[in-house]
């Protein structure tokens, strides 16, 4: 059974960075799709980010364009979003999900949450002054 884990949250004052990483232990992560995805307090969950098997399709919300990049080190097995820029709107808990797909050039969407089979604990990042 394939266990996702983010890590890398924390506390920053806006404009800052951080980068959180998604790792799955003993399972090969370039078989998924992998998708971040947020929620805040009193707020839907809301996909974020995310990246084909192989790296070349990636998707970002409309509001994190620009600041956020999505990455892959297969070397690592280690999935990343890097955020800089942070606004205090990005406060969140931050997850990282997985969908297993046989198709290497799948284009990935983070339309739906139903769409990824495993999920991570979350990690807390919190952007305040």
């Known amino acids: 059974q394939l266990q996702v884990v983010e890590s890398g949250g924390g506390l920053v004052q806006p404009g800052g960075s951080l980068r959180l990483s998604c790792a799955a232990p003993?399972?090969?992560?370039?078989?998924?799709?992998i998708a971040w995805f947020r929620q805040a307090p009193g707020k839907e969950r809301e996909g974020v980010s995310c990246?084909?098997?192989?790296?070349?399709?990636?998707t970002y919300l409309d509001s994190v364009k620009g600041r956020f990049t999505i990455s892959r080190d297969t070397v690592k097995n280690m999935v990343y979003l890097q955020m800089n820029s942070l606004e205090t709107e990005d406060t969140a808990v931050y997850y990282c999900?997985?969908?297993?797909?046989?198709?290497?050039?799948?284009?990935?969407?983070?339309?739906?949450?139903?769409?990824?089979?495993?999920w991570g604990q979350g990690t807390q990042v919190t952007v305040s002054s």
């Open positions: 999900a997985a969908d297993l797909t046989w198709t290497l050039n799948s284009p990935c969407s983070i339309e739906r949450g139903d769409d990824y089979d495993y």
């Open positions: 003993g399972f090969p992560l370039d078989r998924y799709i």
């Open positions: 990246i084909s098997r192989v790296g070349g399709h990636t």
